[in-house]
C-alpha cells in the first residue's frame, strides 16, 4: 500500500473515475448492443433512428485531426527520440509492421467502399480494377511475414543494416503515408454532401434514451413503502458498479526504471522486474487483500435490491418477482464462491492481480480450471437474473416481476444495474480465467515467442505500448465475455422455477464441489511430484499460449477475410412497385447508415 | 347383432404415428445444443450486422428474395407503390391548361362518400363549345371523406378525374387542409410527371367530333 498522498489520492479518483466511466458506458454500449443483435438475429434493422447532424467541414476535420495527430506522433518518434544502436532493429521492425498494417487497412476499407458504393473516380477505377478486397488483404498478410522473416534472417549482416535502415524510414513513411492518404481520401469523399449524419453505427439510440427515461413521470404507486421504493434502485445499482475496484484493468505502469518520469515509459521494462511502490502507478482502483471476497460480499448485496423493490412495490406480482429474484441469486451464490475455491487454491491467493501474475507465468485460467469457468460462466449468467434465468421478470407470467410499479428513470437503474453486472462479471471472468491484460507472449519487455526454452522471435517493445496494449486486451476479452452472454440471451429460452432449482442445487452446486475435490488432489499431486512434472507443466502452457495466439490469429484472419468479402445479390423485378423502385435508382438510396 | 356391438365400442385410431423426439445424448446434456443454437444466432448476427455496417444490405423492393435484413425503415425509405395504386386524386388538364372536366356530375353522383363537390359553369354565347359541355367553376373533394373507392375515376366519361398521382394523403394539422380545391387538384401531375391523359380529346368542329351536344341529339 501505497503511502496517501495528493498524487495518490489524485491518481485514485482518476482510476475511480476511468472504471466507473468504462463499466457505465460498456452498460450503454450493452443495452444498444442487446436490442441490436436481437434485430440482426431476427433480420429486423433494429434501433438506428437518433442521429446528429454534423456540418461537412467539421466531419473532415474528425477525419483528418486523428491522422495528423498519428503522422504528428510519429514524426515526433523520428526526429526526437533518437533510438540506441541496439534498439535500432526492434524500431525498424516495428514500424515497417504498422506501416503495412495501416496499408492493407486503408486499401481494404476504400475498396470495400467502392465496391458497395461504385467507382467515383480515376483511382477507384484502379482500385476496382484490382478485383475482390481480400486480394488486397492477402497481399498484406505476405508482406507482413515476409518483413518478419526479412528481419530476422538478416538481422547481423552488413545488407541486414541496410535493409533495416529501409525498414526504419520506409515502414515511418508508409505509415505516414497510408494514414494521411486514408483521411484525405475520406475528407474528399464527402466533400459534396450537405451534412454528415454521425449515427455511431446507432450507438446514439441508448443515449437518447437514457435522456427520455430521465424526463418520464416517476410513479410510485399510492400504497407502496415510498422510501424503500425509491431506495431500492440505487441498492441494486450501487454493488454493481463498485465490485470493478479490484479488478485490475492492465500492468503496473513503471516510473523509475533508469531515468525517471515520462521518458521512462519509452524505454523497455526488464522483464522480471519489480516496480518500487513510490515511482509506480498500479492500474486498479483498490489493492485489497481479500479481493475476491469484496467481489462477492457486494455483489451479493444486489439482492437486497430487487426483493426490496418486490416488498415495497405494494404488488403481489412485483412481491413475487421479488421473492424468484432473492431465492434464484442466493442459490447461484453458493455455485459462484465454490466455483472459484479450486481457482483460488490453484493461484494461492484472493487478490486478482496475483492471479493475473500467476496466469503469466503459468497458463490461463480457463486451461487450469476449465470446468471453473463454465460453471462460473452459468452461475453469473444467472446471478445477473437474464434470459434463460429471467424469472425474476418473467413477463409471461408475473408481469414484469419486481420491477413492475417502476417507470422512469428508476425503472431504467434496474436494467442499468443488470448490464452492469453483466460487465463486472465479465470483467472477472476475464481476469480469472483469461488472464486479465495478460497476452500470449507479450511480457514486460516486448514479445517473447518460445516453446519450451526455444526461442522463436524476440522483439522488444516500449513499456507504454505493452501495458496499453495489455489494457486493450483486457476491455477485448471483456467485450467478448459480455457478447457471449448476450448472445446466450438471443438463443435460450427462459427456464422454468423448478428447473431453475435444480440446475442450481443438484447440477451445477455438485459439480463445483467435484471441481474443488479433484482440484486440491491434482494440485497436491503436481506439487509433491517433483521438477521434472513442473517442467512438464512448463511446456504445456508454453503450448496453450500457442494455441491462444494462433487461434486469436486465426480468427483475425478469418474475420477480415469476412468483412472484406464482396456481397452480389440477386436483383428481382417482380412488380410494378419493383420497377419505379429501380426506375429511381433502388429503395436503398435513402438508406440509414447502421 | 355382433357387428353393431363391435362398432359401438372404441375406434381404433388411424394414422402415422408422430416420432417422439430424439432425446440423444446429445440433447440430454443440453450443451451440444446451446453450441448449436449460439452457432445459428451468431452466424444470423454477424452477417447482418455486417451489411447494415457496410451499407450492404438488401434493397428491401428489388433484392427481396435474398436472404437478410428486408425490413423498409420507413420513412427513410420507402416502397413505390403498385402502377395501379389510388391514391390522392389529380383532374387532368387539355393542352391550354383548362380542366378536361366538363361538370357533367357524373364523378360526384357516383361517389359513394358524397365527397365531391361540383359548382358548373356556362361558356360564354358564341363558344363552340357552349350547349356541348360545360366547365367546373368549383371542383372540391373532400379528402377526409374520400373512401379510395375509385368509382368516380370508373364514372368519368372524358377521363378528366385520375387517381394516379401516387401520393397517399397524408395527415395534416386541421380538417380545412383536406378540403382540396380545383387548382390544388389541378397541380397534381401522374405518376408520369405528366398533367396531361393519354386519352385524346374530341374537340366541337374536329372530324372526330361525334356532333352531339344538348340542343341536338
Given at each position: 500500500m501505497m503511502p496517501l498522498t495528493i498524487v495518490t489520492f489524485l491518481l485514485f479518483v482518476l482510476k475511480a473515475f476511468v472504471v466507473v466511466m468504462f463499466a457505465m458506458n460498456v452498460a450503454v454500449i450493452l443495452t444498444w448492443a442487446d436490442r441490436r443483435q436481437g434485430a440482426m438475429i431476427q433480420d429486423r434493422v433494429g434501433p438506428n433512428r437518433a442521429v446528429a447532424w454534423i456540418p461537412t467541414k467539421v466531419a473532415q476535420g474528425l477525419a483528418l485531426g486523428p491522422a495528423l495527430a498519428v503522422v504528428a506522433g510519429v514524426a515526433f518518434v523520428l526526429v526526437k527520440l533518437e533510438p540506441l544502436p541496439e534498439e535500432l532493429a526492434s524500431r525498424a521492425m516495428l514500424f515497417s509492421q504498422l506501416g503495412i498494417l495501416f496499408t492493407w487497412l486503408t486499401f481494404v476499407v476504400i475498396a470495400g467502399k467502392v465496391q458497395t458504393r461504385?467507382?467515383?473516380?480515376s483511382f477507384d477505377a484502379w482500385l476496382y480494377s484490382l478485383g475482390d478486397p481480400r486480394r488486397i488483404f492477402y497481399t498484406g498478410l505476405f508482406a507482413h511475414f515476409l518483413a518478419l522473416f526479412v528481419g530476422l534472417a538478416l538481422n547481423d549482416s552488413s545488407f541486414g543494416t541496410q535493409i533495416r535502415d529501409i525498414g526504419y524510414g520506409g515502414g515511418a513513411g508508409l505509415l505516414i503515408f497510408s494514414v494521411l492518404g486514408g483521411a484525405v481520401y475520406a475528407a474528399l469523399s464527402i466533400r459534396n454532401e450537405p451534412r454528415i449524419g454521425l449515427r455511431l453505427a446507432g450507438l446514439l439510440h441508448p443515449a437518447a434514451d437514457g435522456l427520455k427515461t430521465i424526463f418520464k413521470e416517476d410513479f410510485i404507486p399510492p400504497n407502496a413503502d415510498k422510501f424503500l421504493h425509491s431506495l431500492a434502485p440505487f441498492i441494486s445499482f450501487f454493488p454493481a458498479l463498485v465490485v470493478m475496484a479490484v479488478i485490475p484493468f492492465g500492468d503496473t505502469l513503471c516510473f523509475n526504471v533508469d531515468h525517471g518520469g515520462l521518458g521512462a515509459l519509452m524505454t523497455t521494462v526488464p522483464r522480471d522486474s519489480v516496480c518500487a511502490a513510490a515511482g509506480s502507478v498500479r492500474l486498479q482502483v483498490v489493492d485489497l487483500d481479500v479481493g475476491l471476497l469484496y467481489f462477492f460480499a457486494l455483489a451479493g448485496t444486489g439482492i437486497v435490491g430487487a426483493a426490496l423493490a418486490g416488498w415495497a412495490s405494494d404488488n403481489k406480482y412485483s412481491l413475487l418477482g421479488g421473492v424468484r429474484a432473492a431465492s434464484q441469486m442466493v442459490s447461484y451464490e453458493v455455485t459462484m464462491g465454490l466455483t472459484l475455491v479450486g481457482a483460488v487454491m490453484v493461484y494461492g491467493s484472493l487478490r486478482v492481480d496475483k492471479m493475473i501474475e500467476w496466469q503469466q507465468h503459468n497458463a490461463w485460467g480457463i486451461f487450469v480450471q476449465p470446468l471453473a469457468f463454465f460453471l462460473f460462466f452459468t452461475a453469473s449468467v444467472a446471478e445477473s437474473k437474464r434470459i434463460p434465468f429471467d424469472i425474476p421478470e418473467g413477463e409471461s407470467e408475473i408481469?414484469?416481476?419486481?420491477?413492475?410499479?417502476y417507470a422512469g428513470m428508476k425503472f431504467a437503474m434496474f436494467f442499468f444495474a443488470e448490464y452492469i453486472a453483466v460487465v463486472t462479471s465479465a470483467g472477472l471472468m476475464s481476469a480469472i480465467f483469461l488472464g486479465g491484460w495478460d497476452l500470449p507472449f507479450l511480457y514486460r519487455d516486448g514479445l517473447h515467442v518460445s516453446i519450451g526454452g526455444t526461442v522463436l522471435f524476440e522483439q522488444t517493445l516500449p513499456h507504454v505500448m505493452v501495458v496499453v496494449v495489455g489494457a486493450l486486451g483486457f476491455v477485448l476479452k471483456t467485450l467478448t465475455l459480455c457478447w457471449l452472454q448476450l448472445m446466450i440471451r438471443w438463443t435460450l429460452p427462459r427456464f422454468r422455477y423448478d428447473q431453475l432449482m435444480r440446475l442450481g442445487w443438484r447440477k451445477l452446486l455438485p459439480a463445483s464441489l467435484a471441481n474443488v475435490v479433484a482440484t486440491g488432489l491434482i494440485v497436491m499431486a503436481i506439487v509433491s511430484a517433483g521438477p521434472e512434472v513442473g517442467k512438464f507443466m512448463d511446456l504445456v502452457a508454453d503450448y496453450t499460449r500457442a494455441f491462444v495466439a494462433l487461434v486469436g490469429l486465426g480468427g483475425f484472419i478469418y474475420f477480415v477475410v469476412f468483412l472484406a468479402k464482396p456481397v452480389h445479390k440477386r436483383k428481382t423485378l417482380s412488380s410494378s412497385s419493383a420497377e419505379y423502385a429501380a426506375a429511381a435508382g433502388g429503395t436503398r438510396s435513402a438508406r440509414m447508415s447502421a | 347383432m355382433n357387428n353393431e356391438t363391435a362398432a359401438l365400442g372404441p375406434k381404433k385410431v388411424v394414422g402415422t404415428p408422430v416420432p417422439r423426439p430424439q432425446r440423444t445424448a446429445s440433447v440430454q446434456t443440453y450443451i451440444p445444443e446451446i453450441a448449436k443454437g449460439l452457432g445459428i444466432t451468431m452466424k444470423h448476427f454477424f452477417q447482418n450486422t455486417k451489411e447494415m455496417a457496410f451499407g450492404q444490405?438488401?434493397?428491401?423492393?428489388?433484392?427481396?428474395?435474398?436472404?437478410g435484413i428486408n425490413c423498409i425503415s420507413y420513412p427513410e425509405q420507402k416502397r413505390p407503390y403498385p402502377a395501379r395504386f389510388r391514391g390522392v386524386h389529380r383532374l387532368t388538364q387539355r393542352d391550354d391548361g383548362?380542366?378536361?372536366?366538363?361538370?357533367?356530375l357524373c364523378c360526384s353522383t357516383a361517389c359513394p362518400a358524397q365527397c365531391i363537390h361540383i359548382e358548373a359553369g356556362e361558356y360564354p354565347e358564341g363558344d363552340p363549345r357552349r350547349g356541348y359541355e360545360r366547365f367546373p367553376q368549383r371542383f372540391v373533394i373532400d379528402e377526409l371523406r374520400c373512401i379510395f373507392c375509385g368509382f368516380c375515376v370508373e364514372a368519368c366519361p372524358v377521363d378528366?378525374?385520375?387517381?394516379?398521382?401516387?401520393?397517399h394523403a397524408a395527415p395534416y394539422d386541421s380538417r380545412e387542409q383536406f378540403i382540396f380545391e380545383k387548382e390544388l387538384l389541378m397541380a397534381f401531375p401522374g405518376r408520369d410527371g405528366s398533367h396531361l391523359t393519354a386519352n385524346p380529346r374530341h374537340e366541337p368542329g374536329e372530324s372526330t367530333h361525334p356532333g352531339l351536344d344538348r340542343d341536338h341529339h
Amino acid at each position: 500500500m501505497m503511502p496517501l498522498t495528493i498524487v495518490t489520492f489524485l491518481l485514485f479518483v482518476l482510476k475511480a473515475f476511468v472504471v466507473v466511466m468504462f463499466a457505465m458506458n460498456v452498460a450503454v454500449i450493452l443495452t444498444w448492443a442487446d436490442r441490436r443483435q436481437g434485430a440482426m438475429i431476427q433480420d429486423r434493422v433494429g434501433p438506428n433512428r437518433a442521429v446528429a447532424w454534423i456540418p461537412t467541414k467539421v466531419a473532415q476535420g474528425l477525419a483528418l485531426g486523428p491522422a495528423l495527430a498519428v503522422v504528428a506522433g510519429v514524426a515526433f518518434v523520428l526526429v526526437k527520440l533518437e533510438p540506441l544502436p541496439e534498439e535500432l532493429a526492434s524500431r525498424a521492425m516495428l514500424f515497417s509492421q504498422l506501416g503495412i498494417l495501416f496499408t492493407w487497412l486503408t486499401f481494404v476499407v476504400i475498396a470495400g467502399k467502392v465496391q458497395t458504393r461504385g467507382v467515383q473516380s480515376s483511382f477507384d477505377a484502379w482500385l476496382y480494377s484490382l478485383g475482390d478486397p481480400r486480394r488486397i488483404f492477402y497481399t498484406g498478410l505476405f508482406a507482413h511475414f515476409l518483413a518478419l522473416f526479412v528481419g530476422l534472417a538478416l538481422n547481423d549482416s552488413s545488407f541486414g543494416t541496410q535493409i533495416r535502415d529501409i525498414g526504419y524510414g520506409g515502414g515511418a513513411g508508409l505509415l505516414i503515408f497510408s494514414v494521411l492518404g486514408g483521411a484525405v481520401y475520406a475528407a474528399l469523399s464527402i466533400r459534396n454532401e450537405p451534412r454528415i449524419g454521425l449515427r455511431l453505427a446507432g450507438l446514439l439510440h441508448p443515449a437518447a434514451d437514457g435522456l427520455k427515461t430521465i424526463f418520464k413521470e416517476d410513479f410510485i404507486p399510492p400504497n407502496a413503502d415510498k422510501f424503500l421504493h425509491s431506495l431500492a434502485p440505487f441498492i441494486s445499482f450501487f454493488p454493481a458498479l463498485v465490485v470493478m475496484a479490484v479488478i485490475p484493468f492492465g500492468d503496473t505502469l513503471c516510473f523509475n526504471v533508469d531515468h525517471g518520469g515520462l521518458g521512462a515509459l519509452m524505454t523497455t521494462v526488464p522483464r522480471d522486474s519489480v516496480c518500487a511502490a513510490a515511482g509506480s502507478v498500479r492500474l486498479q482502483v483498490v489493492d485489497l487483500d481479500v479481493g475476491l471476497l469484496y467481489f462477492f460480499a457486494l455483489a451479493g448485496t444486489g439482492i437486497v435490491g430487487a426483493a426490496l423493490a418486490g416488498w415495497a412495490s405494494d404488488n403481489k406480482y412485483s412481491l413475487l418477482g421479488g421473492v424468484r429474484a432473492a431465492s434464484q441469486m442466493v442459490s447461484y451464490e453458493v455455485t459462484m464462491g465454490l466455483t472459484l475455491v479450486g481457482a483460488v487454491m490453484v493461484y494461492g491467493s484472493l487478490r486478482v492481480d496475483k492471479m493475473i501474475e500467476w496466469q503469466q507465468h503459468n497458463a490461463w485460467g480457463i486451461f487450469v480450471q476449465p470446468l471453473a469457468f463454465f460453471l462460473f460462466f452459468t452461475a453469473s449468467v444467472a446471478e445477473s437474473k437474464r434470459i434463460p434465468f429471467d424469472i425474476p421478470e418473467g413477463e409471461s407470467e408475473i408481469v414484469a416481476g419486481y420491477f413492475t410499479e417502476y417507470a422512469g428513470m428508476k425503472f431504467a437503474m434496474f436494467f442499468f444495474a443488470e448490464y452492469i453486472a453483466v460487465v463486472t462479471s465479465a470483467g472477472l471472468m476475464s481476469a480469472i480465467f483469461l488472464g486479465g491484460w495478460d497476452l500470449p507472449f507479450l511480457y514486460r519487455d516486448g514479445l517473447h515467442v518460445s516453446i519450451g526454452g526455444t526461442v522463436l522471435f524476440e522483439q522488444t517493445l516500449p513499456h507504454v505500448m505493452v501495458v496499453v496494449v495489455g489494457a486493450l486486451g483486457f476491455v477485448l476479452k471483456t467485450l467478448t465475455l459480455c457478447w457471449l452472454q448476450l448472445m446466450i440471451r438471443w438463443t435460450l429460452p427462459r427456464f422454468r422455477y423448478d428447473q431453475l432449482m435444480r440446475l442450481g442445487w443438484r447440477k451445477l452446486l455438485p459439480a463445483s464441489l467435484a471441481n474443488v475435490v479433484a482440484t486440491g488432489l491434482i494440485v497436491m499431486a503436481i506439487v509433491s511430484a517433483g521438477p521434472e512434472v513442473g517442467k512438464f507443466m512448463d511446456l504445456v502452457a508454453d503450448y496453450t499460449r500457442a494455441f491462444v495466439a494462433l487461434v486469436g490469429l486465426g480468427g483475425f484472419i478469418y474475420f477480415v477475410v469476412f468483412l472484406a468479402k464482396p456481397v452480389h445479390k440477386r436483383k428481382t423485378l417482380s412488380s410494378s412497385s419493383a420497377e419505379y423502385a429501380a426506375a429511381a435508382g433502388g429503395t436503398r438510396s435513402a438508406r440509414m447508415s447502421a | 347383432m355382433n357387428n353393431e356391438t363391435a362398432a359401438l365400442g372404441p375406434k381404433k385410431v388411424v394414422g402415422t404415428p408422430v416420432p417422439r423426439p430424439q432425446r440423444t445424448a446429445s440433447v440430454q446434456t443440453y450443451i451440444p445444443e446451446i453450441a448449436k443454437g449460439l452457432g445459428i444466432t451468431m452466424k444470423h448476427f454477424f452477417q447482418n450486422t455486417k451489411e447494415m455496417a457496410f451499407g450492404q444490405r438488401n434493397d428491401p423492393v428489388l433484392e427481396a428474395i435474398e436472404d437478410g435484413i428486408n425490413c423498409i425503415s420507413y420513412p427513410e425509405q420507402k416502397r413505390p407503390y403498385p402502377a395501379r395504386f389510388r391514391g390522392v386524386h389529380r383532374l387532368t388538364q387539355r393542352d391550354d391548361g383548362a380542366p378536361r372536366c366538363v361538370a357533367c356530375l357524373c364523378c360526384s353522383t357516383a361517389c359513394p362518400a358524397q365527397c365531391i363537390h361540383i359548382e358548373a359553369g356556362e361558356y360564354p354565347e358564341g363558344d363552340p363549345r357552349r350547349g356541348y359541355e360545360r366547365f367546373p367553376q368549383r371542383f372540391v373533394i373532400d379528402e377526409l371523406r374520400c373512401i379510395f373507392c375509385g368509382f368516380c375515376v370508373e364514372a368519368c366519361p372524358v377521363d378528366a378525374i385520375r387517381m394516379d398521382t401516387g401520393i397517399h394523403a397524408a395527415p395534416y394539422d386541421s380538417r380545412e387542409q383536406f378540403i382540396f380545391e380545383k387548382e390544388l387538384l389541378m397541380a397534381f401531375p401522374g405518376r408520369d410527371g405528366s398533367h396531361l391523359t393519354a386519352n385524346p380529346r374530341h374537340e366541337p368542329g374536329e372530324s372526330t367530333h361525334p356532333g352531339l351536344d344538348r340542343d341536338h341529339h
